[in-house]
């Protein structure tokens, strides 16, 4: 069975301090890693896309790679307006399965 | 702009009603989704439509129903038959063949 597990749940960090959140899978016939930011009472906002182990990309101040088993989100010296969830996926044949997220809050 | 319009932001149901969610997007996308969020689970899929005039149940789709009479449109009925409808709902569109999605902004559906 397709299984995305993400950690920690949240995450707080204090503004300029590093860290990483993590997503582990399960999938048969993998289409792709996806990486969301939701925040509260909006819509997830796609961040990146990840398709073979090895591969990372970067945007601002987010970096994501991926591995067979698992993804990090790497998120260098963070601001408050990186307080959101973060929200890992996985492409099965037709659609998307989600991880539950991490709540991520960078306190000034 | 192109993006995806979901409508109304906020809906409240009375117990025993029908209630229609609307989703439009002008991204001249193939595929259209329809999810369930609710606090601490990831979002569930209820639908997907792949063209038009054709739609697939995913995990969750008792008590929901679904129709794609266009490209550009995707409504979602919760029906009196969903026990537990209370949830964010998010509508989400991808090109044909590519399962990357990308969300509108979500409806909040209430029962009081």
Not at chain 2, 20 to 45: F, I, K, V
Request: a neutral charge; one cysteine or more.
């Amino acid at each position: 069975e397709d299984q995305v597990t993400q950690s920690p749940e949240a995450l707080r960090l204090q503004e300029g301090e590093s860290s990483s959140l993590n997503c582990s899978y399960t999938v048969s016939g993998l289409r792709g890693l996806f990486w969301y930011r939701q925040d509260p009472g909006k819509g997830p906002e796609f961040l990146f896309t990840l398709y073979s182990a090895g591969e990372e990309k970067e945007k601002e101040r987010l970096k994501a790679t991926l591995t067979k088993k698992e993804s990090f989100l790497h998120i260098t010296a963070p601001k408050p307006e990186d307080s959101a969830t973060y929200l890992c996926a996985v492409g099965g044949a037709n659609n998307l399965f989600f991880g539950t997220g991490t709540r991520l809050t960078v306190i000034p | 702009d192109g993006g995806i319009t979901q409508s109304p932001k906020y809906l409240f149901r009375k117990e025993g009603q029908n209630v229609t969610l609307s989703c439009e997007q002008n991204l001249n996308h193939d595929a259209m989704y329809w999810y369930r969020q609710d606090p601490g689970q990831g979002l569930r899929l209820i639908y997907y439509s792949q063209i038009v005039n054709d739609f697939q149940k995913g995990d969750i789709a008792e008590g929901y129903s679904v129709s794609r009479e266009k490209k550009e449109s995707f409504p979602l009925t919760v029906t009196s038959a969903q026990k537990n409808p209370t949830a964010f709902y998010l509508c989400a569109s991808s090109i044909m063949g590519r399962v990357e999605a990308f969300f509108g902004q979500g409806t909040r559906l209430t029962v009081v």
